[in-house]
């Protein structure tokens, strides 16, 4: 890796994420990384624009403009590759990425996920906890590998559930949360502190 890890970030949604990692690099000198491009699969995500107002690139790689699954995916590990990423953080991606994308950034593909992992795995976590009925949950921040919300947990931190809470009201704590923990993992990894051993990711 440079001195200065080169972070390709993947978002679907609103960026909020993206925002505080982005937030979180201007604000510190010694991160150690800096986002070199922002992709989605929605033209119209909202993280799209955060990212060009940050001045860094934007690109959309949409799933429908491409034959299947497998072409799309090359087309956006060939956009990656453009900018020479050390590494990908996916910040409320929506959509999975098999082994032939990992291949490219081994242990080097970090996610954040709302609940504490393994509990609540996909799509709908703040929801399927609010249904389960947990007390309490939280947010996840982990090494992709090619299993959905899997792979090593670099760190996580609890959220308690409230009597009152509704999907939205939950999902803004968590985000609260892990507005802070994924910059903070991000920046472990472009430091280079991350050891993984297994399932055990040490922190040095
Ligand atoms: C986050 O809660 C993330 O954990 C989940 O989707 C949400 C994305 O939010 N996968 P944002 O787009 O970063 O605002």
């Not at 150690?32 to 119209?44: F, I, N, Q, T, W």
């Not at 060939?78 to 990992?102: K, Q």
């Amino acid at each position: 890796m440079s001195a200065q890890t080169r972070l390709a970030v993947l978002v679907s949604g609103s960026g909020t994420n993206l925002q505080a990692l982005l937030d979180a690099i201007a604000a510190d000198p010694d991160f150690g990384g800096e986002v070199v491009v922002v992709a989605s699969d929605r033209a119209s995500a909202q993280g799209l624009e955060r990212a060009r107002d940050a001045g860094v690139p934007a690109v959309a790689i949409e799933l429908g403009d491409h034959l299947d699954r497998a072409a799309w995916e090359q087309a956006l590990v060939a956009a990656l590759l453009e900018h020479r990423p050390d590494a990908v953080v996916l910040a409320g991606f929506m959509r999975l990425v098999t082994g032939a994308f990992l291949s490219h950034w081994p242990d080097r593909v970090v996610n954040t996920h709302p609940s504490l992992l393994p509990a609540f795995r996909g799509a709908h976590a703040v929801r399927d906890a609010l249904e389960y009925g947990v007390k309490v949950t939280g947010s996840t921040v982990h090494l992709v590998d090619e299993k959905v919300d899997h792979g090593p947990v670099i760190a996580q931190r609890a959220v308690e559930i409230r009597e009152d809470d509704d999907e939205d009201s939950l999902h803004e704590r968590i985000k609260a949360v892990e507005h802070e923990l994924f910059p903070h993992c991000v920046r472990l990894l472009c430091q280079g502190r991350l050891t993984v051993d297994g399932r055990h990711v040490r922190v040095s």
